[in-house]
């Protein structure tokens, strides 16, 4: 006998007292795929996510194939039931400086309602979304289920693609629900339709041998500092607009965001003006985004009068929907090439790259998708929104499982710091998550049961 969705809401509510518990142990595991981190703690981290599968009765394993650890649970379907995969990704974003946190990063901390630490909300909240929904259900699943929680996502997914094609024929699904992305607002869920593609990259420049005395040579002779910053202050036009050519842009993103709003969420000093041109949500939606993330330089405390022979930078670039990476690295690298000045020596190296991606998100599982949302919200109607972030496996998920509908989810609000101090998850809005994600499975199951 199926569960209504009262008796779905009631286990819901039963159930997040431990969910909440076994979110917390898994927030004060600092599982950090990044170089120069304790992998030991990824592998921890796994083997965590592998019980808490386990408990809800999945036939698990942890998979890997040259990087760090992921973990695959299985549960078949009922007889002409559908198959839904539910991908989250258990590992975290460095922490940075712990001085900029008010409290420990790995030690789970409520504070007015929201539960602070790294990875709260990016994205272990996202793998107890999907414990909570099964064990809400228990023995009584309507669908079979493939749980599949990533190692490195924070890291670049290095070896996702072969661990997806490895395991093929066992991620296979009619349903594809990525808890990685976020609602338009406390209060507001959203379906994620369209994401940013990514190309990060080095560039730099070189105009002497060695460093040499700045008084007997500065003046006829350019530093590498002044070169490379002059280089940089191309990449957009005196409006902030990016100003490479070649690069795909389109304007016209359903909704818009309050520009107090935004400026608040991101913020900004009182007096910092916008850049370039558009509506908001297109500048982050729809349009490309060039920034720079890093470089190479002399501290100041230890530079000494010295002009500096070389000096590099990390520049990344978000890609509009359209876009192809590939193209997009000729451009921004021909681009550079015209405008290095003084005729410096430049080297332009790729460091990543990804896809963006479109969602067509119609069809009946995005219905039983914004059914689910829409009484999880006690009537409030889902947004279709983008998002100027980036997650390229998308796009992988697409070209494998071209028959799948893939529905990008999420736990974050625009509170909610991801990447950043003070990371922080909504405890009332994660509830509501955690009963939409059940009853988008109950509604998935009644649509597509054969």
Known sequence: MSLSESDLRAAIRRELPGVRADLERLVRIPGIAFEGFDHAHVERSAEAVAELLRGCGLDTE???HGGQPAVI???AAPAGAPTVLLYAHHDVQPAGDPALWTSDPFEPVERDGRLYGRGA???K??????????RAFGDQLPVGVVVFVEGEEEYGSDSLDTIIHEHLEELRSDVIVIADSGNWDIGQPALTTSLRGLVNL???VRVLKSAVHSGMFGGPVPDALITLARLLATLHDDSGEVAVDGLVGREGASVDYPADRFRH???MLDGVEFIGKGTITDRIWTKPAIAVLGIDAPRTLEAANALQPSARAKISVRLAPGEDPASAFKAISAHLERNVPWGASLKVELESDGSPCVIDATGPAYDAARAAFRDAWDGTEPVDMGVGGSIPFIATFQEL????AILVTGVEDPHSSAHGPDESLHLGEFERVCVAEALLLKNVAESLTK
Do not use: Q
């Not at 909240?125 to 099964?134: F, I, K, R, S």
């Not at 499982?401 to 799948?404: E, H, I």
């Open 62 to 64: 942890i998979v890997r």
């Open 73 to 75: 649970g299985r549960k």
């Open 121 to 123: 909300a990016d994205d």
């Open 125 to 134: 909240a996202g793998v107890m979304a999907h414990v909570a929904a099964l």
């Open 202 to 204: 080095f560039a730099e």
């Open 265 to 267: 969420e991101a913020g």
């Open 401 to 404: 499982f071209p028959d799948a």
